[in-house]
């Protein structure tokens, strides 16, 4: 069944509401750490849109985007599930792993194992003292290596931009989250400084924002490869 859908129109859509929440986060991040929010109203306003909170606006974004990635996913996989094509299954896989994290994201089962995997020996300390990111790291790079042979069946410019957004993605959820890790331990296990809200509002822009890029991607190659996505090219 085709997929009418004004792509460019739904990607600005993402942008803008990406740039709000942050800008937002910004906001709030500055009034909090010059004493500025001084009732109940502005103090619950801070809690609505910081993005290192659980259950908020840029948590639900998030989510939100982690669900539009797995339909996607699971769109592309059912328009090939009647075709002889052999790779479609690698769009499932993506599809369950995209609904895993936006699972996740409403649950936090990767704050869960921060608290359980250091009893076991993992993680703990250092730059792992956020334990969570030694399994869904090494999970990342698996993953990769089991679809570098599908990737290279995909044309060159979605082949590149699920690499781009993947790595932005990746490098925000992990790579920054150990940069969080190493100063939240040099604060005394302090997640109240300006230094950590920063650093978590740059781990969560590159996490969204390595999503919207995989959401354009993805729609490009559905309207370039499979022709039943509309993309408008007006505004």
């Known amino acids: 069944m085709p997929l009418f ?3 460019r129109s739904f990607i600005r859509l993402l942008v803008i509401c990406l740039t709000v929440i942050i800008s937002l986060n910004l906001l709030f991040i500055v009034l ?10 502005t103090t ?3 809690k609505l849109f910081y993005v290192d909170r659980e259950r908020n606006v840029p948590s639900f974004f998030n989510m939100l985007l982690l669900l539009v990635c797995a339909i996607l996913n699971a769109y592309v996989f059912l328009l090939y599930k009647q075709k002889r094509y052999a790779g479609k299954y690698y769009w499932l ?3 369950v792993a995209f609904f895993f994290l936006a699972f996740d994201e409403s649950v936090s089962i990767h704050e869960s194992l921060t608290l359980i995997l250091p009893g076991y020996g993992i993680g703990g300390k250092g730059a792992f003292t956020f334990a969570w990111v030694i399994p869904y790291g090494i999970a990342a790079v698996l993953l990769f290596i089991v679809f570098l042979k599908f990737l290279w069946t995909l ?3 979605t082949r590149l931009g699920f690499m781009l957004s993947g790595a932005v993605f990746v490098m925000g959820a992990v790579g920054v989250e150990m940069i ?10 302090d997640t109240g400084t300006l230094g950590f809200a920063l650093i978590s509002t740059l ?4 996490e969204m ?3 919207i890029l995989f959401i354009f991607y993805i729609l490009q190659y559905t309207a370039s490869q499979i022709r039943l996505v509309r993309v408008a090219d007006h505004g």
């Open 5 to 7: 859908l004004n792509a």
């Open 32 to 41: 909090y750490h010059n004493r500025s929010l001084s009732n109940q109203l």
């Open 44 to 46: 619950g306003l801070y």
């Open 93 to 95: 896989i993506l599809s």
């Open 155 to 157: 044309p060159v410019r």
């Open 180 to 189: 969080a890790a190493q100063l939240y331990n040099s604060n005394g296990g």
């Open 203 to 206: 781990e969560e822009t590159l």
């Open 209 to 211: 924002g390595g999503l």
